[in-house]
């Protein structure tokens, strides 16, 4: 992976199945790049035929895993627990793993952001990604489900929060997948998770968090830990294991549940 402003001549095309008319198909048509926020990291622009996806690259030289990161139902970088994303994205290039953090082009629309999931995927193919883990929250957390079934550039699936819509069909997905929910989410019941966990195919596991509400902030520090050991493993090979489990978060000062 180049720590470097990437190609603006790599071209790459997704359709999705059933599209007979081509409306669901994206192309990559030049890529841009600016300095990020954060030292090392970018701001890119992937200009496409169906409109620009804006997002932050965080990139490893040479690394060849790496993360892609989508938000809820009205997009954003950030991510669920008091901005998880960015921490992931230091946490993780540390161990060599590239992350991409995903802007919406149309937040809501759900198959145009699974095209941005998989648009995101196919750019870091195209800058030397092997394998990919998409981490998605919420709306994100079905589009990552179904984004995983349509791209052989990923590895596993990390669904926290996930709604039902955008699931149907996820014994199709065919790869690792980790279901993340609070017992005490008012916005999406984790119901939801749970549903999905039995209908999924193995490898799968859940992890509910008591007293843990939709945004997941009562259990930020699990939850980082958590992902910084399943990410790593799923890029690695290592065998995912079926399992289903509940954590009390440790106390402290954090809000009530939402």
Known sequence: MLAAAPSSRTAYSR???????????????????SPGETPGSFRVVLETTRGDIQGILHPVEGGTGAVVCVGGAMGG???PAAGLYPRLAGALNVLGI?????EYRHPNQFDECVLDALAGCSFLRGI???????????FGAAVVIKAGELSPAVAAVASLSPQLYG????????????LVH???????????SEDVFRRALDPREIV?????????IQARAEIDALL???????????PATTSRSEVVPAPGQQPPPA
């Open 228 to 238: 910084l050991e399943w990410i790593p493993a799923r890029l690695a090979g290592q």
């Open 128 to 138: 030397g990604a092997a394998q990919v883990v998409l981490v998605g929250h919420s």
């Open 15 to 33: 359709r999705m199945p059933g599209d007979e008319d081509g409306d669901l198909h994206l192309r990559l048509t030049r890529v841009a790049a």
């Open 98 to 102: 590239t992350v991409m953090r995903v």
């Open 167 to 178: 699931t149907r069909e996820v014994e199709r997905l065919g790869k690792p997948l980790l």
């Open 77 to 79: 970088l950030e991510g």
């Open 182 to 192: 609070g017992t005490a989410d008012s916005i999406l019941d984790h119901e939801a």
């Open 208 to 216: 509910l968090y008591a007293d843990t509400g939709h945004s997941l």
